[in-house]
């Protein structure tokens, strides 16, 4: 290196030295906003778990107005109208109740056929927040392992076929 290259190599160096701090901080701001949306994202999903969540199936005779104003007079929010079955809503509690104490508020009205709490179910339960699933039967039989303790296990040809029902032997999911 010479001197009429130094302050060229110089001021190489001075803006690698800035491009690596900048591209730091893009990274340092990046994290945090991912760790910022990730603890809203947990927070909201530990909020709508903890607002009871019931359905509610009306008779045919009570008018979309009604359910409204009962469910106002309650203090809970129809959360969402199921079509395919014709007077069932979702309806959450604002009140902090829980959702067989909800589901109990609604059962005891004219003009409701069922109320029933609607659960998140959580197929990978986290440890910290639930039990463990505990199943009281074996999930295996004793005498061959291999084959589920299911008493109607025979007549599922999709998982064993040995050819019963007149199906195909092997004709099954192996």
């Known amino acids: 290196m010479n001197r009429k290259t130094f302050p ?14 900048i591209a730091g901080q893009i990274r340092r701001e990046w994290q945090e906003h991912r760790l910022a949306r990730q603890q809203r994202a947990q927070a909201t999903s530990e909020q709508a778990r903890k607002r009871a969540e019931v359905l509610v199936r009306f008779r045919s005779d009570v008018a979309p107005q009604q359910i409204a104003r009962i469910s106002s007079s309650l ?10 079955v014709p007077g069932l809503v979702v ?33 990978e339960p986290d ?35 040995n050819g019963q029902r007149g199906g195909k032997t092997g004709a099954d999911i192996s």
């Open 8 to 21: 060229i190599h110089l001021s190489l160096a001075v803006a690698l030295v800035l491009l690596a701090a």
């Open 75 to 84: 203090h809970d929010q129809i959360e969402d109208r199921i079509e395919s």
């Open 91 to 123: 309806i959450a509690d604002e009140d902090g109740l829980d959702a067989e104490q909800v589901a109990e508020q609604y059962r005891s009205l004219n003009g409701v056929e069922y109320a029933e709490p609607n659960y998140v179910i959580d197929l």
């Open 127 to 161: 440890p910290q927040r639930a039990p463990a699933l505990v199943f009281d039967y074996p999930l295996q039989r004793a005498d061959n392992p291999d084959e589920p303790d299911d008493p109607m296990f025979g007549e599922q040809w999709s998982l064993n076929n």
